[in-house]
T-cell receptor, first 112, second 113 residues
Framework: QQQVKQSPQSLIVQKGGISIINCAYENTAFDYFPWYQQFPGKGPALLIAIRPDVSEKKEGRFTISFNKSAKQFSLHIMDSQPGDSATYFCAASIAGNTPLVFGKGTRLSVIA | NAGVTQTPKFQVLKTGQSMTLQCAQDMNHEYMSWYRQDPGMGLRLIHYSVGAGITDQGEVPNGYNVSRSTTEDFPLRLLSAAPSQTSVYFC????????????FGSGTRLTVV
């Protein structure tokens, strides 16, 4: 059973557009939801994270929206740039006690 | 402060050979994990540790062993390599206090022929 389902698998966005990646989770005990960004040949790097006590968190052009009742969270990249082209992973954990469970990833391509 | 260091970066093994992937962190992190990354499969947890002397299995532990004798090091051992273990392996660590974000190493690309 896949605990975190991520969509879409791939995404092509025009420069300046909004990129949206969605994740859904099953385990209601999860209480930490990060997003990771990975460039080819590199390890994943933490981009932004949210706890379920807030519905939205924004850092620069990156925003996480969180819907606890629907068990869904999403990453929005505003004003997408070619440098944002990478693979993005959502993840979840029970913050203090368990390792991260990852979605399968979304390959984002931002074209000029 | 080097972060999480993985060695080697690339390795080719023959079926049945054994080897150890090294992982070291210099951030005094309590939590360490090993993941494997395969196309279309995301990152799958192999083994993890919440402190020196404590390890546990993840989603895909078969064929792998770990130990955690020090806070800094968390080696991953392949006992008898199989082609199905061809993958990119990532080690990650985080502090056990408050900040739950993991820092990842740059990975080891392993090919088993």
């Amino acid at each position: 059973q896949q605990q975190v389902k991520q969509s879409p698998q791939s995404l092509i966005v025009q420069k300046g557009g909004i990129s949206i990646i969605n994740c859904a989770y099953e385990n209601t005990a999860f209480d930490y939801f990060p997003w990771y960004q990975q460039f080819p040949g590199k390890g994943p790097a933490l981009l932004i994270a949210i706890r379920p006590d807030v519905s939205e968190k924004k850092e620069g052009r990156f925003t996480i929206s969180f819907n606890k009742s629907a068990k869904q969270f999403s990453l929005h990249i505003m004003d997408s740039q070619p440098g944002d082209s990478a693979t993005y992973f959502c993840a979840a954990s029970i913050a203090g006690n368990t390792p991260l469970v990852f979605g399968k990833g979304t390959r984002l391509s931002v074209i000029a | 402060n080097a972060g999480v260091t993985q060695t080697p970066k690339f390795q080719v093994l023959k079926t049945g050979q054994s080897m150890t992937l090294q992982c070291a962190q210099d951030m005094n992190h309590e939590y360490m994990s090993w993941y494997r990354q395969d196309p279309g499969m995301g990152l799958r947890l192999i083994h993890y540790s919440v402190g020196a002397g404590i390890t546990d299995q993840g989603e895909v532990p078969n064929g792998y062993n770990v130990s955690r004798s020090t806070t800094e090091d968390f080696p991953l051992r392949l006992l008898s390599a199989a082609p199905s273990q061809t993958s990119v392996y990532f080690c990650a660590s985080r502090t056990g206090k408050g900040n739950y974000g993991y820092t990842f190493g740059s990975g080891t690309r392993l090919t088993v022929v």
